[in-house]
T-cell receptor, first 113, second 111 residues
Framework: SQQGEEDPQALSIQEGENATMNCSYKTSINNLQWYRQNSGRGLVHLILIRSNEREKHSGRLRVTLDTSKKSSSLLITASRAADTASYFCATDATTDSWGKLQFGAGTQVVVTP | DGGITQSPKYLFRKEGQNVTLSCEQNLNHDAMYWYRQDPGQGLRLIYYSQIVNDFQKGDIAEGYSVSREKKESFPLTVTSAQKNPTAFYLC??????????FGSGTRLTVV
């Protein structure tokens, strides 16, 4: 079963606007990761946030983690048409000895010029 | 440049046929993974391997087989026992508790 669930399933915004998507998960985690997938391609790693971290930034990306609520959010600021993609959260559960990731179903983001 | 290579990009399988998808990495990662992705859905884990000559079943291993004879290679065979093999297959590699590096995927279609 999938550990993470993204919300919303789909998001349509205009260039320059911010895009926010959320991820909820069920079990304790070592870390949570966000990935991006362009249509028909492999996934690209964006950010990894550890369970003892609350916020992390990378360029126009901001990720927050609330372990008490078992949730994370990904914010893309000043979006561009090139940000159009599907975004997935993935969790590394503490019950897993290695770090095998469980992926959510993703949020499909469309940015229109 | 280090990376992970999947081949072929597109693959067509006849009913009752076994096919093998290739995955090679030169990142010196210990762990490798195979995921299946169906349209509009997330990734489901088929098999994973943490070390050479060892691999474990994931959530949907039935109808699939793998081998890990070399650190760099983790081929996936889709057998005739897999009743609904049409999907997008993604291979990935990682270090322990690190981020994944994904290949560009193989799209398998049953004809």
């Amino acid at each position: 079963s999938q550990q993470g669930e993204e919300d919303p399933q789909a998001l349509s915004i205009q260039e320059g606007e911010n895009a926010t998507m959320n991820c909820s998960y069920k079990t304790s985690i070592n870390n949570l990761q966000w990935y991006r997938q362009n249509s028909g391609r492999g996934l690209v790693h964006l950010i990894l946030i550890r369970s003892n971290e609350r916020e992390k930034h990378s360029g126009r990306l901001r990720v927050t983690l609330d372990t008490s609520k078992k949730s994370s959010s990904l914010l893309i600021t000043a979006s561009r048409a090139a940000d159009t993609a599907s975004y997935f959260c993935a969790t590394d559960a503490t019950t897993d000895s290695w770090g095998k990731l469980q992926f959510g179903a993703g949020t499909q983001v469309v940015v229109t010029p | 440049d280090g990376g992970i290579t999947q081949s072929p990009k597109y693959l067509f399988r006849k009913e009752g046929q076994n096919v093998t998808l290739s995955c090679e990495q030169n990142l010196n990662h210990d762990a490798m993974y195979w995921y299946r992705q169906d349209p509009g859905q997330g990734l489901r884990l088929i098999y994973y391997s943490q070390i050479v000559n060892d691999f474990q079943k994931g959530d949907i291993a039935e109808g699939y087989s793998v081998s890990r004879e070399k650190k760099e290679s983790f081929p996936l065979t889709v057998t005739s026992a897999q009743k609904n093999p049409t999907a997008f297959y993604l291979c990935a590699s990682s270090t322990d508790r690190g981020s994944y590096t994904f290949g560009s995927g193989t799209r398998l279609t049953v004809v």
